[in-house]
T-cell receptor, first 114, second 113 residues
C-alpha cells in the first residue's frame, strides 16, 4: 500500500505567477483535502474534493482552485501569487466511507514566493 | 464558532519526565478529536484519535489522551519523555459527516537530556 505523495518538494515562484502542486492519494482513498501551513502555524483547510467535485472550502480566495482526477490524484492551483502564499502545502487523503475521520498526510510542498 | 486552542506554544521537559500538552476545543456538536505530530520538514503523522466510545485513547509511541466533554478538553500525555519525542504537536477537530478539519496553532515540545 503506497502512501500519499506530493510533488514537487520545494518550489520558488515570483509574485504574480501561477503554480500547480500535485498530490497522489493513498490507494483506496476517494477524498483529498488541501491545507496551507504558514511558518509557525497550524494547517489551514483550503478545500476538499470527493469524486472529482469540490466538497467544501475554507476561507481562501477563488485564486486557489483544485482538481481531482478519476484516479483520485489531485492538483492545487494558485493564481496571482502573493508573498503571503509562501507556506507548506499539505494534501491529505481519506476514504469517504469511513466518514472522513482519519486523514493520511503527504510530506508537503514548500512554496516560496519572492 | 468551532475552534481549537493549544495552551503553550512551547513546552520543555527533561528526558524521562511527564509530557502534558493541552488542547481545548469549541464545538456545538460532538466532535472527532485528533493529535498529530510533525517532525521538521515532514508532513503530519496521526498519533491518536477519539471518535466515540472509551474516552481514554491510546496512540502510538506511548502517547495517550483523554476526552473530557465537561471540560471540552483533549490533553495529550506521555509518562516518560524520550529525546525522539521532540517535535511539533497539533490538536485537531473534525465532525461526523463534515468535510473540514480545524487545527490548533501547535505546541513545540523540547526534550532536555
Amino acid at each position: 500500500e503506497t502512501g500519499v505523495t506530493q510533488s514537487p518538494t520545494h518550489l520558488i515562484k515570483t509574485r504574480g505567477q501561477q503554480v500547480t502542486l500535485r498530490c497522489s492519494s493513498q490507494s483506496g482513498h476517494n477524498t483529498v483535502s488541501w491545507y496551507q501551513q504558514a511558518l509557525g502555524q497550524g494547517p489551514q483547510f483550503i478545500f476538499q474534493y470527493y469524486r472529482e467535485e469540490e466538497n467544501g472550502r475554507g476561507n481562501f480566495p477563488p485564486r486557489f482552485s483544485g482538481l481531482q482526477f478519476p484516479n483520485y490524484s489531485s492538483e492545487l492551483n494558485v493564481n496571482a501569487l502573493e508573498l503571503d502564499d509562501s507556506a507548506l502545502y499539505l494534501c491529505a487523503s481519506s476514504s469517504w466511507t469511513s466518514d472522513n475521520y482519519e486523514q493520511y498526510f503527504g510530506p508537503g510542498t514548500r512554496l516560496t514566493v519572492t | 464558532a468551532q475552534s481549537v486552542t493549544q495552551l503553550g506554544s512551547h513546552v520543555s521537559v527533561s528526558e524521562g519526565a511527564l509530557v502534558l500538552l493541552r488542547c481545548n476545543y469549541s464545538s456545538s456538536v460532538p466532535p472527532y478529536l485528533f493529535w498529530y505530530v510533525q517532525y521538521p520538514n515532514q508532513g503530519l503523522q496521526l498519533l491518536l484519535k477519539y471518535t466515540t466510545g472509551a474516552t481514554l485513547v491510546k496512540g502510538i509511541n506511548g502517547f495517550e489522551a483523554e476526552f473530557k466533554k465537561s471540560e471540552t478538553s483533549f490533553h495529550l500525555t506521555k509518562p516518560s519523555a524520550h529525546m525522539s519525542d521532540a517535535a511539533e504537536y497539533f490538536c485537531a477537530v473534525s465532525w461526523p459527516g463534515g468535510f473540514k478539519t480545524i487545527f490548533g496553532a501547535g505546541t513545540r515540545l523540547f526534550v532536555k537530556a
